[in-house]
Each structure stands twice: as structure tokens, then as C-alpha cells.
């Protein structure tokens, strides 16, 4: 059940990323440049935080940064 769970984790972060520089574009009229623009803080911070996630792994237990990960989603999806 958990493999089922990651996969249709993935398939809606990968859905959001294909699907919202269209977004952008086509239905809140921005430019190809403009929607760029507009995500590319959030692949820059998937890559520091990939960076980060694996140093820090190595050296904490990995369930402590599981529930630090969902305590921070949680806390940015109902912050605003």
C-alpha cells in the first residue's frame, strides 16, 4: 500500500509541474518568459532541498525528518 501511496504522490507532483507553466500561460495570460519567472523559485528550492535532505539524512534518523516534513507541510498549506 505505501509503493501505491508514493506513486500517486509523485504522479500529482509531477502532474503540478507539468500542468501549471500551461496554467500560467494560457489561463492568467503570462508570457512564456513570465511563467518561467514564476517557477523558477520552486525548482531552485527542490534543488537546494534535495542537497540539504541528503546531507542531513546521512547524519539524522530518517523518521524524525519524516514528521519535520509533514509538520511543514502542514504548516505552509494552512498558513495562508
Known amino acids: 500500500i505505501g509503493t501505491v ?3 500517486v504522490l509523485l504522479s500529482t507532483v509531477y502532474a503540478t509541474m ?3 507553466p500551461l496554467f ?3 489561463l492568467q495570460g503570462h508570457s512564456v518568459q513570465g511563467a518561467g519567472m514564476l ?3 520552486r525548482g531552485l528550492g527542490m534543488a537546494l532541498s534535495s ?4 546531507k ?6 530518517p523518521r524524525y525528518l519524516a514528521v519535520l516534513g509533514m509538520l511543514t507541510h502542514f504548516l505552509l498549506e494552512h498558513a495562508a
Do not use: C, E, K, S
Not at 542537497?51 to 541528503?54: E, F, L, Q, S, V
Open 18 to 20: 507539468a500542468l501549471l
Open 5 to 7: 501511496l508514493v506513486a
Open 24 to 26: 500560467l500561460q494560457q
Open 51 to 54: 542537497i540539504i535532505a541528503g
Open 56 to 61: 542531513v539524512m546521512n547524519r539524522t534518523d
Open 39 to 41: 517557477l523558477a523559485p
